[in-house]
Each structure stands twice: as C-alpha cells, then as structure tokens.
C-alpha cells in the first residue's frame, strides 16, 4: 500500500505546481495597468453555479486496532467510487455534499477491492485559489481548489462515526456545462468495526483509520453558469449636431476672446514694466524719487514732537496717542537719542502736585517709546512741573516734548 501513498502524493503536488506555473501566465481580468481584476462580483440566484460531479478511482491507506490478537496496524487499498452535489456561491468560495465508496481488501481477499465496505458523506469546503490570486475567469483551462471536509463514516455492522480531512479537487475545463474532475483527499475516521472481535477488556486505544483516495470523473454545471462583473455606468451624451450659421457663430467669439486675450496680456506686460522700479521697496521705508529712481531716505522731524494731556492727566487722549504713533514710526528705533521733557501748567494746582504730575507725564511717556523700540540708556527725560512755561495759556502747557538728539 506503499506506493498507493506515493503516488497520491506525487499527484497533489504535480497538480498545484502546475497549476500555479500555468496560470502565472494567465492574461486576462487585468485592468490598463496590468492589475488583476478580482471583482466585485453580482450575487447568484439559488440554483446559479450549481454542478453534481460523478467520478471513480482508487483509494489506499492503513487502520489502527490495538488489542487482542488483531495486528496495530493494517494496510489496505482498492477501487473508490464518488458521487458529489454542490454550488459555488462566489467566484473564489463554494461548497459540496459528497459521497465517497470505498472498496479494500484487508486480509487479502481480492474480490473485496471491488466491493464497497466504507461509505463517507462529507460536507465540504471549496476554495477556489487560482481565482483568488489571478481573478475569475470562466473559461480557465485549470483551477486548483482546496477543501475541507467534515462528515461521517459508515461502516459494515459498526454503524456511522465522525471523519474529517480534506483534499484538493483539480477542474479542467471541456465546456459551458461540463469539466473534467481530479479529486485527490486525505481523511482520519474513527473505525471502530475493526476491533468488533476484540473482547472489550483486551481493547486498549480504539480504533483509527487513515484512508486517501484519488478520483476522475466529470462535473456537469447545472442553473445559470459564470458570475457577472459589477459596471460601473457611465450616461451616454449623444451630442446635437451644429447647424453651419452655428458653428460660425461660435468660431466669430472664439476669435473675438483670443483677441481680447491677446490684448489683455499685452497690458499685463505693460504694467510689469510700470511695476519692476518699485517692486523691491520696504514697506514702511521712505523713498526719494528723483529720473525714474527709488532712493531710501531717513526722516528726522525738524523739531520736537509735542503731546498735549488733558487737565489733570497722566496718560494720552486718542488723538494724541495717534500722533505719538506716527512719530515712533518715522524717527523711534534701537539707536535713537531721545530728550523727554515734561510741564505742567501753573494756573491750576499746587506747585508739588504739578511737579507730581510732570514726573508721571515723562514715565508714562518714556514707557511708550521703550515699547516701540528705543533703548532706555538712549533716553534722557526731565520733568520740570510749572517751573516753566513754554506756551501762553494752560492748556498749551500741560505737555511733554521729545526731541531727537543729533
């Protein structure tokens, strides 16, 4: 029974190794970039894909019977018949009901290979895998499809009991309703009829067989056969001719909008040329245009800057603010030398109130200047109270004056 084994062997790898090397050379269900196309694919009606297989062939293995005076191990080996229903419910996965018969000869009886003496119903598991890695195609010369199964054993006198395996069944297209079949399976089954004559006291592990089998037949393909694609669709625009006045009508505005683009983009160029001399001034930076040249140019103010409180006030009215602002933006920066003074009027207040609100007028004042950037050690301030008066009237005098020191 040696060679039973070797030679089912030798046929399972044979068939997946062809397989794989035959369709790594499968062309079709590739898309414009080469890709295989795997799907999706439309679902089956009920009796879509279905297919009944009819087959027969050999069958070899050994079963295990530890006790009394039957040996541990036997061989056996003979003619196997096979019977399947199934249906595919997607292109790459399926499933079968099948029936296998097996004939052996155990003890040497030669007429006994012919005769059935095990009979296995299974459910199995189909997976398709050239389609799973090279897409579906109907037509494939070859498909490999490994399985799983699951189901029972019957045996004479001893009844049904559990088997499991699995296997890999071989599909040769001939045409749209049948295919050539090479079912090759392995199985483990609880074979219990073989230790019947062993007293119970003298049985010790139970019992076991192993049996494979290889089997040919055909598959006929009942119902709808193939799987539809999922198109994606696209509407169809049918255009509506053009009369010729149309058609000359439209090519008048074409040329009248190339015309006018024409003539935009010369004034485009125009304007460049108008731009580039002030492409690359300083925002904020003063120039002197003199023949058609930029030249940046510093501005000093002529004379102290003068910022006017109200009565009474310590800090700056809106109005004066913003004139401060727009002297640190023309003449404050880090080395710029400064000379605060600041006044108080001498109508209103005492002498040492006055004094208290010239000194406050300078700090709040110097603080504004430090924050737009000039340096304290640049600054010199005095605060002078209503010792002097620089204006006629009071209101002209409650003030602080900067200048910018050359």
């Not at 292109?91 to 030669?110: A, M």
């Not at 090519?251 to 580039?276: C, F, G, Q, S, Y």
Request: proline share 4%; aromatic share 10%.
């Amino acid at each position: 029974m040696k060679i039973f084994k070797t030679v089912l062997g030798v046929l399972a790898a044979a068939s997946l190794l062809i397989s794989l090397n035959a369709n790594a050379q499968e062309n079709a269900n590739r898309d414009e970039n080469g890709k295989v196309v795997r799907g999706a694919y439309e679902t089956n009606k009920f009796f879509d894909n279905t297919f009944i297989g009819i087959g027969a062939g050999i069958n070899g293995g050994v079963n295990l019977s530890n006790g009394g005076n039957v040996p541990g191990v036997q061989a056996f080996g003979g003619l196997a018949v096979q019977a399947s229903v199934g249906k595919w419910w997607a292109p790459f996965i399926g499933g079968r009901i099948n029936y296998l018969g097996l004939g052996n000869s155990v003890n040497g009886d030669p007429f006994a290979i012919t005769d059935p003496k095990q009979h296995f119903i299974t459910a199995d598991l189909l997976w398709n895998l050239t389609t799973s890695f090279w897409g579906y195609k109907e037509t494939r010369i070859w498909n490999v499809e490994p399985y799983l199964s699951g189901g029972l054993g019957i045996y004479p006198i001893a009844g049904p009991e559990w088997s499991y395996g699995g296997g890999i069944l071989n599909e040769f297209y001939l045409g749209k309703r049948i295919n050539l079949f090479l079912d090759i399976r392995g199985m483990v089954a609880k074979a219990s009829w073989y230790g019947l004559q062993i007293p119970a006291d003298q049985q010790k592990l139970g019992h076991y067989e192993f049996p494979v089998s290889a089997t040919l037949g055909l598959i006929f393909k009942l119902g709808k056969t193939g799987f539809d694609r999922h198109d994606s669709i696209t509407p169809v625009i049918i255009p509506v001719p053009f009369t010729e006045d149309q058609y000359n009508e439209l090519k008048d505005r074409v040329d009248a909008l190339e015309k006018e683009n024409a003539e935009l983009k010369d004034k485009i160029a125009a304007l460049e040329d108008e731009l580039a001399p002030v492409r690359n001034l300083v925002d904020g930076q003063t120039y002197l245009y003199e023949n058609g040249q930029f030249t940046a140019v510093d501005v000093v103010p002529a004379g102290p800057i003068t910022l006017y409180f109200d009565c009474g006030a310590t800090t700056l009215s809106q109005r004066e603010k913003a004139h401060f602002e727009y002297f640190a933006d023309t003449a404050v920066n880090e080395d710029a030398k400064l000379n605060v003074n600041g006044y108080a009027d001498k109508q209103t207040g005492s002498a040492r109130r006055n004094q208290q609100l010239s000194e406050q007028r300078v700090k709040y004042v110097v603080d504004l200047l430090k924050k737009a950037g000039a340096k304290e050690e640049n600054i010199e301030s005095a605060a002078h109270g209503a010792s002097i008066q620089l204006f006629e009237g009071a209101a002209k005098n409650r003030v602080v004056t900067i200048e910018v020191k050359k």
